[in-house]
C-alpha cells in the first residue's frame, strides 16, 4: 500500500487539490446566491411587486461620460421598475440616522445613478430613494431633473478643475461645504484643503 501512495503520490494530491478547489467554489457560488436571493427578498418585501433591474451586489459597474475626460461610475444598491406604472427607481441604501433635511451630495449621487441607468439600461429613470437602514428605513426621495443633474455636471467639473490645479501642483481655492469628519476623513483633497476636519 506504502509502494502505491509512493507511485501515485502526486496523482492523489492533484485529485484531492481539484476536489478541494471544486468543493471550495460550490461553497462560494452557494453564499453569493444566497445573499442576492435574500437581497431580492429585501426588495420585493420593502418595495412591492417590481421587477429587480440591477441590483449592486451582483452588477458590475455602471458608467456615464461626461466629456472627453471626465466620467462617472458607480454601483447604485438597486434598480427597480414597477411592473404597474412602469417606473424606473434608483434605491441607494444608507447605514446610520437619517437627517432632518436631505444631504445635497446624497441628491447628487442619486443624480449621477439616474445617468449612468439611463446611459446602461435605455430606461427613463422618475426619482431615487435613499434608505437609512439603522433609523427604522427612513426614507428620502428625490425627482430626476435636468436642473438637478446640471448641478451635478457642475460640481464634477468643478472637482476636475482642482484635480487639475493639483496634478500642475497648483493649488486650488478649496472650500469645505459640510462638517462631517468622515468625509474629510475619505477626501482625495484632504491633503491640501485648508479647512480639513481630521
Known amino acids: 500500500m506504502r509502494e502505491f501512495f509512493l507511485e501515485y503520490k502526486l496523482v492523489i494530491l492533484t485529485v484531492s487539490a481539484i476536489l478541494f478547489a471544486l468543493i471550495f467554489i460550490d461553497v462560494v457560488f452557494r453564499?453569493?446566491?444566497?445573499?442576492?436571493k435574500k437581497k431580492k427578498d429585501f426588495y420585493k418585501k420593502n418595495y412591492g411587486d417590481g421587477v429587480v433591474i440591477y441590483a449592486g451586489s451582483a452588477g458590475g459597474l455602471l458608467s456615464y461620460q461626461i466629456d472627453d475626460t471626465v466620467g462617472l461610475i458607480g454601483k447604485p444598491d438597486l434598480v427597480m421598475q414597477d411592473k404597474k406604472t412602469k417606473e424606473v427607481f434608483v434605491v441607494d441604501l444608507k447605514s446610520g440616522k437619517a437627517p432632518l433635511e436631505m444631504e445635497k451630495y446624497h441628491a447628487f449621487q442619486l443624480a449621477a445613478y439616474f445617468?449612468?441607468?439611463?446611459?446602461?439600461?435605455?430606461?427613463p429613470v422618475k426619482r431615487g430613494i435613499i434608505r437609512y437602514l439603522d433609523d427604522g428605513n427612513k426614507e428620502n426621495s428625490v425627482e430626476n431633473s435636468d436642473e438637478l443633474k446640471n448641478e451635478l455636471f457642475e460640481q464634477v467639473r468643478a472637482i476636475a478643475d482642482a484635480k487639475k490645479k493639483i496634478s500642475k501642483n497648483e493649488v486650488p481655492q478649496l472650500v469645505r461645504n459640510h462638517n462631517v469628519r468622515h468625509r474629510c476623513e475619505v477626501c482625495e483633497f484632504r491633503l491640501e484643503c485648508p479647512q480639513v476636519l481630521v
Open 115 to 123: 445617468l449612468m441607468v439611463e446611459k446602461n439600461f435605455s430606461l
Open 31 to 36: 453564499s453569493a446566491k444566497h445573499k442576492i
